[in-house]
């Protein structure tokens, strides 16, 4: 469970479990936006208006064109809106493995949709990025299509918004990487964090891992304490225990089988690892996906 004070934020009966998107255009008539997570992926466009996003790491203005990504689990909320209108896409990228396969091996996406939601302390906001008007439109017409295409539901319809979310993805992906000046740090944590999301489930070692990236032990660790704001093994268990969730929440196979597939050679410490982050057993986890559906 999130450090910060925030509630659960439980839309299963519009976005139902076992549907992979969900698009929620807002327009926010108040000022405060209280603190909430959820258990599912959410891209926000800002598409028109201002206001300030609050999140674990400290809270900053966002302006027409801005977009940014919400993992699972992470408290946030917005404040100060003057008119503010967001884009939100909900997704379960467990869900969308086959489309997203090619996409997620770019740059551009292992920048913004793996690297920069987990930054911290200076680096958390240093690589943002607006999207052109010209660009803004095209992601706001994608967007305005997947919408209608959830209110109508005419024959068809999930499989048009999984390929319009496809484009909307894929256009952020090219932005961040034309555009992206990324530091030397926040590049050599984006591919240490590509390879351990490749590799999680085997035994990797802090030994290891420093070899395999030319650098000493205290150099990796200050690497991920700057960057990340936690050890390289902390980060690990971090990965795993996530992708774990993401198997609870998406296959019936056993605790200890999951506990496994996951890298923890030892399922007690998986679940006392799994409830100090979500605040749940793994098997109190699955059955509360199971009860919103």
Known sequence: MPEIKARFLDISRDFKPEESIFIHPHSYNRNFDTMHYHNFYELVAVRHGSGQHMTKDGTYSIYPGDVFLIRPGDPHGYCNMRQMELINLLYRPELLQELMEDLTKTPGYCHFFETDPQLAGEYRFKDRITLAPDTMLKINELSMQMY?????????????????????????????????????????????????????????????????????????????????????????????????????????????????????????????????????????????GRTEQ
């Open 148 to 288: 209608n295409e959830q209110q109508t539901r005419k024959t068809g319809w999930q499989f048009m918004m999984k390929m319009l979310f496809m484009q909307i993805l894929c256009i952020i992906c090219r932005t961040f990487e034309q555009h992206s000046s990324q530091s030397n740090e926040t590049q050599e944590i984006t591919q240490i964090i590509r390879y351990l999301n490749d590799h999680y489930p085997q035994k990797l070692t802090l030994e290891k891992l420093a070899a395999r990236f030319g650098k000493s032990v205290p150099t990796l660790s200050r690497l991920f304490q700057a960057t990340l704001n936690r050890s390289p093994i902390a980060y690990l268990i971090h990965l795993r225990l996530e992708k774990a969730a993401a198997e609870l929440r998406s296959t019936s196979a056993s605790v200890t089988d999951i506990a496994h597939q996951c890298g923890f050679l030892d399922s007690n410490y998986f679940s006392k690892m799994f409830t100090r982050q979500f605040g749940v057993s793994p098997r109190d986890y699955r059955k509360q």
